[in-house]
């Protein structure tokens, strides 16, 4: 009896503390900023982006459900903060990383991340689509 009345103390904490930690405001300003100005590519490389990599290298980004839970919340802002800062499709003038540092990450399959390909599956590249957007990006 002293067990079960421990592990619904613990519960119960649990979500009290789930519950306090919704009202850090972090994470729940989905603003997009405008888009500046976009690389010189075609059609299929922007696609090949959008699906890829718009929701953290552009101001395009697509805020899913679980991102206005903290603290999932927290870390998707980390991660669309983090991902503009280092290069933004949507801002490419002030893209920040040279056209061989993001062929090299797309090339090795440092981008798309693995987490964010588990929450998106069809973000995942097959080679061919691995190569046309570092092509399409290198015009």
Same mark, same amino acid.
């Given at each position: 009896?002293?067990?079960?009345?421990?592990?619904? *103390?613990?519960?119960?904490? $649990?979500?009290?503390?789930?519950?306090?930690? =919704?009202?850090?405001?972090? $994470? @729940?300003?989905?603003?997009?900023?405008?888009?500046?100005? %976009?690389?010189?590519?075609?059609?299929?490389? @922007?696609?090949?982006?959008?699906?890829?990599?718009?929701?953290?290298?552009?101001? %395009?980004?697509?805020?899913?459900?679980? /991102?206005?839970?903290?603290?999932? /919340?927290?870390?998707? +802002? @980390?991660?669309?903060? #983090?991902? !503009?800062?280092?290069?933004?499709? /949507?801002?490419?003038?002030? !893209?920040? @990383?040279? *056209?061989? #540092?993001?062929?090299? #990450?797309? +090339? %090795?399959?440092?981008?798309?991340?693995? =987490?964010?390909? &588990?929450?998106?599956?069809?973000?995942?590249?097959?080679?061919? %689509?691995? =190569?046309?957007?570092? +092509? $399409? &990006?290198? !015009?």
């Amino acid at each position: 009896m002293k067990i079960a009345k421990i592990l619904g *103390i613990i519960v119960l904490i $649990g979500i009290v503390l789930f519950a306090l930690i =919704q009202l850090v405001p972090y $994470g @729940r300003s989905h603003k997009n900023p405008p888009v500046v100005q %976009e690389p010189n590519w075609d059609a299929q490389t @922007r696609a090949i982006a959008k699906k890829a990599c718009f929701d953290c290298h552009s101001n %395009e980004t697509v805020w899913p459900w679980y /991102s206005n839970i903290a603290p999932v /919340s927290w870390l998707v +802002q @980390r991660d669309v903060d #983090e991902g !503009r800062s280092k290069m933004n499709f /949507s801002d490419w003038g002030n !893209r920040g @990383r040279p *056209i061989d #540092e993001i062929a090299s #990450e797309v +090339q %090795e399959g440092g981008m798309p991340p693995g =987490q964010y390909k &588990l929450m998106h599956p069809a973000a995942k590249l097959t080679d061919a %689509e691995k =190569q046309a957007l570092i +092509q $399409g &990006l290198g !015009r």
